[in-house]
């Protein structure tokens, strides 16, 4: 069972202590929760936090962000994290999501993929999802992916297909997945459940759907989107082995307020980083732009506003180098590959106290502890430095 937390003026409830997946998305800075028919759902004009209690007090807290929302909100989002992770006691691994390159475990919450719709809480797109009268929708969404599968709305046109992929065409009373030729067989197969998700959660089950063919359209498509032209090819599939020079380029910052403002100072200009520089008083900041992946390291002995800044201060940096406000590219390194020595262990269901918090302790875990000659001895029996 979870730590109970104190609620005088918080914006979270109470239940936020329970197992489960919670969803809030940031509406003139306060978080609003999103109805569980609906999560899954995301507009890229807006920002979320995103809750995972899972077992043994294991918990994950992700702030995501879509592409076209506001600084503003960005910002909000992240001090609602922030209280938030107070709230849990700091219990919370907290993660960074961008819209279309979230994390594996991100999506491993929604089996049934991501569905991105435009617009935001400004905007009156956002009311067409599920109180829209099903006449008045028309809309159109790609699904791409093999493992992760995503729906990103797209113009309503032929313009907008290839034979690469599936698409869903959304006309309320009826919805098309559409396969492409060359789609693969899990978009396709996800394609079908996406479309089964809509009728089910945003029609309430009265919507008809229909598996369509390249080739095959029914009149209905082609009423709405007119003559079907050729279509371009699908676009070849990234490679997803990172470049491991890029990858291993990296700096180490601390994030110290020792003189009574919050300052950022270069301890490694590139790694392999001695662990001995990862002192637990202070908080660090492991820089690996060219991977497309920013570090936060909380040191146990952190004082408590250096650790409640040290995500702001990443946001902060991330536009002070201008790097693109996206997640890892695939096949980026684990935190501890850019230490001196390192070794990993399986998951562990209940975590040791003094353990440091970085966003991949869901499936690896590094460890290490000030008895520095017990590690060393370690490696050393393994071949190490």
């Known amino acids: 069972m979870y730590t109970s937390i104190p609620q005088s003026g918080s ?177 396709r197969n996800k394609a079908r459940d996406l479309a089964l998700a809509i009728r089910d959660s945003e029609r309430q089950g009265k919507a008809q759907v229909e598996i369509v063919t390249d080739g095959e359209e029914p009149a209905d498509m082609i009423q709405v989107l007119g003559p079907k032209p050729t279509l371009k090819e699908g676009n070849p599939e990234e490679d997803l082995t990172a470049d491991q020079k890029n990858a291993q380029a990296a700096a180490l910052y601390k994030v110290s307020d020792a003189t009574g403002q919050m300052n950022l100072t270069k301890v490694a200009d590139s790694s392999p980083f001695a662990v001995e520089l990862l002192i637990p008083d202070d908080c660090f900041v492991l820089d690996n732009g060219l991977c497309g992946k920013i570090y936060i390291w909380k040191g146990r002995k952190a004082n408590e506003r250096e650790r409640q800044a040290a995500l702001q201060v990443a946001e902060d940096f991330i536009s002070r180098m201008q790097y693109a406000p996206k997640a890892g590219k695939p096949g980026a390194p684990l935190f501890p590959s850019f230490l001196s020595f390192f070794f990993l262990l399986s998951l562990s269901p209940s975590l040791p106290p003094f353990l440091p918090s970085f966003p991949l302790f869901r499936t690896t875990l590094f460890f290490f502890r000030h008895c520095l000659f017990f590690l060393r001895a370690t490696c050393a029996a393994y071949g190490g430095s």
Not at 12 to 34: H, M, N, T
Not at 86 to 109: C, I, K, W
Not at 160 to 181: E, H, K, R, V, Y
Request: proline fraction near 5%; aromatic fraction near 10%; hydrophobic fraction near 35%.
């Open 11 to 187: 914006p979270f409830p109470a239940s936020v202590q329970d197992p489960g997946l919670y969803i809030w998305r940031v509406e003139k800075l306060k978080p609003v929760p999103v109805a569980r028919e609906n999560q899954g759902i995301f507009f890229s004009g807006d920002s979320y936090l995103v809750l995972h209690n899972g077992p043994e007090e294991l918990s994950h807290l992700h702030l995501w962000i879509g592409h076209q929302s506001s600084r503003d909100e960005q910002g909000a989002c992240a001090m609602l994290a922030v209280h938030l992770n107070t709230l849990l006691g700091e219990r919370p691994v907290q993660h960074r999501e961008v819209q279309g390159n979230e994390s594996d475990l991100f999506m491993s919450y929604f089996p049934r993929g991501l569905k991105y719709q435009e617009g935001g809480v400004e905007s009156a797109f956002h009311k067409t999802s599920s109180g829209a009268t099903p006449a008045a929708i028309r809309k159109l969404y790609q699904v791409k992916g093999k493992k992760n599968i995503r729906a990103t709305e797209r113009a309503l046109s032929w313009d907008s297909f290839n034979t690469g992929d599936c698409f869903i065409l959304d006309l309320g009373q009826n919805i098309f997945a559409w396969c492409g030729a060359k789609s693969n067989i899990l978009e």
